[in-house]
């Protein structure tokens, strides 16, 4: 089975700006997280998508916002681009179930904001 | 507040001895448990889970150890392998209804000499 896969690797975007990041989900899963990384803060959890639905959501502001097709794909957006959203932003996925289980993640995209 | 706990930044054992990574948690309903390593530039890879009505859980060099009287897990890499050296990250969830937000802790530089 091929992993979870995330596009663009790299992005450069400037302050004031909006990027949008997509992530494929392993075949079958149909839940995928996003996840923030920076050296401070370290991973903190963005929101969650399930059956094309947010399910769960972090303490982020408005302007990070997502959605979820229905193969399961998903994107991510942040509007008005500041400074510290530069990062590296991490998508898992997993079945779903309603237990809970084991997230997979992609290789990410790091987004640097000038 | 810090749910996840990685107390030691970075450790360094010597190749073939036993690595002991610690973790702590203070939210008492967690009850699933995970591992993972990362590279730098790389998205998280699973390594071993573990889930609140176990206390062990073993995989290959890799095993578990949870203790929840302490809220108090570790991993031990025995042997150790240069190869291992990254960045490993605790996190946890609380598989109540849909909730599938993992919550890490900052991770500890594992360095592994030969």
């Known amino acids: 089975k091929a992993g979870v ?47 094309e639905t947010q399910r769960n959501k972090g303490n982020f502001p408005g302007r990070f916002s997502g959605r979820q097709f229905s193969n399961s794909r998903s994107e991510m957006n942040v509007s008005t681009l500041e400074l510290g959203d530069s990062a590296l932003y991490l998508c898992a996925s997993s079945s779903g179930r309603p237990s809970g289980e084991t997230q997979y993640f992609g290789p990410g995209t790091r987004l640097l904001v000038l | 507040d810090q749910q996840v706990k990685q107390n030691s930044p970075s450790l360094s054992v010597q190749e073939g001895r036993i690595s002991i990574l610690n973790c702590d948690y203070t939210n008492s309903m967690f009850d699933y448990f995970l591992w993972y390593k990362k590279y730098p530039a790389e998205g998280p890879t699973f390594l071993i889970s573990i889930s609140s009505i176990k206390d062990k859980n073993e995989d290959g060099r890799f095993t578990v150890f949870l203790n929840k009287s302490a809220k108090h897990l570790s991993l031990h890499i025995v042997p150790s392998q240069p190869g291992d050296s990254a960045v490993y990250f605790c996190a946890a969830s609380a598989r109540t209804g849909a909730n599938s937000k993992l919550t890490f802790g900052k991770g500890i530089t594992l360095s592994v000499r030969p």
């Open chain 1, 5 to 51: 896969t995330q596009t663009p690797r790299y992005l450069i975007k400037t302050r004031g700006q909006q990027v949008t990041l997509s992530c494929s989900p392993i075949s079958g899963h149909r839940s995928v997280s996003w996840y923030q990384q920076t050296p401070g803060q370290g991973l903190q959890f963005l929101f969650e998508y399930f059956s």
